[in-house]
């Protein structure tokens, strides 16, 4: 009963063969990573970028729930797959395939498949904030892209991705709340004091990003930004 699956002992802290006890680290190390799958989705592509733009554009239009929460997620997960199409090719190009024929070991295929990723975040990470975590950890400039440590690139990298997609959501903002002053404007010089403009204002901004074709201006946006 001890050894309910492969190479896994159950009592491997009791487990004196270092070869079991090998293998048993690593399914460890594994399920590890795969619970850390999302934040890794979410940190090291540019699915922050995505989500977060759409957002506004739901927010700009005061649409409430429309589009719903899982059109948004998944909108964001394929543009993201999209976008990281070429990154994901060259991990499984210089890394993966590699590791699976048995040519480069563990630890070097993590060098290599890290390199295509620390060179896509690099591109997108302003060097005032590469500087704030390479400062704070008291960490030597690095030479090249290489030499930067995932732990150092990743958060410089988050709070970049966070001031992009601020920026592109306030440039979405914008054109609604004018549309929101007008019809505010016109209600209250009319008299209308009681009527919410956010009524007599939404299907104006729905009519106005319809006309403009905004779902198609939005994803081209976000495709050029990178």
């Given at each position: 009963?001890?050894?309910?699956?492969?190479?896994?002992?159950?009592?491997?802290?009791?487990?004196?063969?270092?070869?079991?006890?090998e293998?048993?680290?690593?399914?460890?190390?594994?399920?590890?990573?795969?619970?850390?799958?999302?934040?890794?989705?979410?940190?090291?592509?540019?699915?922050?970028?995505?989500?977060?733009?759409?957002?506004?554009?739901?927010?700009?239009?005061?649409?409430?729930?429309?589009p719903?929460?899982?059109?948004?997620?998944?909108?964001?997960?394929?543009?993201?797959?999209?976008?990281?199409?070429?990154?994901?090719?060259?991990?499984?190009?210089?890394?993966?395939?590699?590791?699976?024929?048995?040519?480069?070991?563990?630890?070097?295929?993590?060098?290599?498949?890290?390199?295509?990723?620390?060179?896509?975040?690099?591109?997108?990470?302003?060097?005032?904030?590469?500087?704030?975590?390479?400062?704070?950890?008291?960490?030597?400039?690095?030479?090249?892209?290489?030499?930067i440590?995932?732990?150092?690139?990743?958060?410089?990298?988050?709070?970049?991705?966070?001031?992009?997609?601020?920026?592109?959501?306030?440039?979405?903002?914008?054109?609604?709340?004018?549309?929101?002053?007008?019809?505010?404007?016109?209600?209250?010089?009319?008299?209308?004091?009681?009527?919410?403009?956010?009524?007599?204002?939404?299907?104006f901004?729905?009519?106005?990003?319809?006309?403009?074709?905004?779902?198609?201006?939005?994803?081209k946006?976000?495709?050029?930004?990178?």
């Amino acid at each position: 009963m001890n050894n309910l699956l492969p190479g896994l002992d159950l009592n491997f802290l009791n487990n004196t063969d270092p070869g079991n006890m090998e293998t048993t680290i690593q399914l460890l190390l594994l399920l590890t990573v795969l619970s850390l799958a999302p934040s890794i989705l979410i940190l090291m592509t540019c699915f922050t970028r995505i989500i977060i733009v759409l957002s506004f554009v739901r927010t700009s239009l005061a649409t409430q729930q429309m589009p719903p929460n899982q059109v948004l997620v998944g909108i964001a997960l394929f543009l993201t797959f999209f976008i990281m199409a070429p990154v994901i090719q060259d991990v499984n190009k210089d890394a993966i395939q590699p590791l699976v024929k048995g040519k480069i070991t563990q630890k070097e295929a993590f060098e290599k498949g890290s390199i295509p990723i620390k060179e896509f975040m690099s591109k997108h990470t302003r060097q005032k904030d590469l500087n704030l975590f390479l400062d704070y950890s008291g960490a030597k400039e690095p030479k090249n892209i290489k030499d930067i440590p995932l732990t150092t690139l990743v958060p410089a990298y988050a709070i970049s991705e966070l001031k992009t997609a601020f920026q592109m959501g306030f440039m979405i903002f914008v054109p609604f709340l004018i549309i929101d002053m007008v019809v505010a404007s016109v209600l209250m010089a009319m008299g209308m004091m009681m009527l919410p403009p956010v009524m007599i204002s939404l299907p104006f901004k729905i009519l106005l990003f319809v006309l403009v074709d905004g779902w198609y201006l939005i994803v081209k946006s976000l495709l050029l930004s990178y």
